[in-house]
């Protein structure tokens, strides 16, 4: 227990005394208030009838009722759109370990690599968690505000709102632990990047669409990473825009990108962890 307490402080010691994390802390930040705040005031915009995009009526609000909840699916960009912010960290932390070879003294400060990786998987958590902070604070900052200036009630009174900013920092801190995992199974830094990015900017966007044409295929696609996180979230952009995809419920959608976390950690223990890394 005591190794794992010192695996623990070893982790969150490598990562605070890096550049990486408020880098890519700030870059999530920015990202997400951009998107948030001006989807906000564009929907919010809408929804009050300022602006009437094409098929609306001449001088009155367009229904955005078949998009949902307009506050919580603006709220809910912090993981559809920010999850790639944690998956990367936890990457990189990982992959970082085997390029500049941090690795070797540690294993030989404790060569339990097992309780290494597990406090390496626990420490990922603790900080998706706080990307998920962050993530939140920018789109409840921003997408609030945007939707007070048009006159849209911002749900944040609501407890089912609250239930869901509780919902997307267990999604983050998922997704953190799903990038240690890919780490560990492509040591290789570039590899894993290319991957983490081809995947969520196109490959799954791609597949979910594709998914959601038949109730066969989006019934699969309910099981995809980005699916599950929606689905634990309550709330997505996606999901909204496509009235053919369908979700999982909250604590199936956990369940799922839990397994995707052990899937890949398992195999990369299995595979590339055990290994000589010298």
Known sequence: ???FVAGLRAEFTKLLTTRLW???AVVLFAYIALT????????????????AP????????FDLHQMGSLPPLIYSFATAVGYVFPVLLGALLTTGEFRHQTLTPTFL???RRGQVLGAKSASSLVIGAAFGVIALIASVGAGALALSAFGVDTMLGDSDTWALFGRALLAMALWAAIGVGLGVLVPNQTAAIVIVLAFT????????LAASFSDVTA???EFLPGAASDSLVGASIFVASNPGASALDWWAGGLVLLGYAVLVTAIGYAITWRRDVT
Do not use: D, H
């Open 1 to 3: 227990m005591s190794g």
């Open 54 to 61: 094409e098929g609306a009526s001449a001088g009155g609000g």
């Open 36 to 51: 948030a705040g001006g989807l906000g005031a564009f929907f919010g915009a809408v929804a009050t009838g300022k602006i």
């Open 201 to 208: 900017q196109f490959v799954e966007p791609l597949l979910r």
């Open 219 to 221: 019934k699969i696609g």
């Open 22 to 24: 408020w880098i890519l």
């Open 109 to 111: 400060a404790n060569p």
